[in-house]
């Protein structure tokens, strides 16, 4: 709820979880779009996108689409949402240029994403060490360096050893 919050998401908005996995934030999305919102979960693996319109249906998530993407595209159609949200998902990609040009394209103008990531740093644990590519800074640079604004790094009670920044569509 805190991530969901500091995202600042709407009742009315179209947010996109590209990376949303098992769904462990449908819940919370659909509940902060509503009724007049939308919650159009994202994923590369087809039997996660089957298991996230099963946990949609099961929890009764009008509101809510599963999506099948790639490796290099979102697949949302271009100016079709107000939030992107990335929750331990840009480490994972490899052509991000492509994904983050994708993700602009996709975004109504003025619209924010917010990626939640791990943060490499040298007193990072071993497990983030090896398996995220690089520092948050780094992270930062390449997506304002795809036309994204830079807006804010949030702190969130309790989160250790990840960052939060959120970036504007100019």
């Known amino acids: ?3 969901v919050a500091a995202a600042g998401i709407e009742p ?5 979880d590209v990376g949303a996995g098992t769904g462990a934030f449908l819940e919370p999305l659909a509940a902060a779009v509503g009724e007049a919102g939308h919650v159009v979960a994202v994923e590369i693996s087809i039997r996660f996108v089957e298991h996230l319109r099963k946990v949609a249906d099961e929890g009764g998530f009008d509101n809510v689409t599963a999506v099948f993407s790639s490796l290099t595209s979102a697949t949302l159609p271009p100016a079709s949402v107000d939030r992107i949200i990335l929750i331990d998902t840009y480490h ?15 975004h109504r ?10 943060d ?6 071993d497990w983030v060490q090896g398996h995220v ?5 780094t992270f930062r640079k390449e997506i304002e360096a795809a036309g994204f604004a830079f807006v804010e790094e ?6 250790v050893e990840n960052f939060l920044f959120r970036f504007r569509r100019p």
């Open 120 to 125: 490499r740093h040298e007193d990072a644990r």
């Open 92 to 106: 994972h990609f490899d052509d991000y240029e492509s994904m983050l040009a994708s993700m602009l394209s996709a």
């Open 154 to 159: 949030a702190e969130i009670e309790g989160m």
């Open 12 to 16: 009315g908005d179209v947010v996109a």
């Open 109 to 118: 103008p003025g619209g924010e994403m917010t990626v939640v990531d791990f």
């Open 1 to 3: 709820e805190a991530i």
């Open 133 to 137: 590519r690089a520092p948050k800074e």
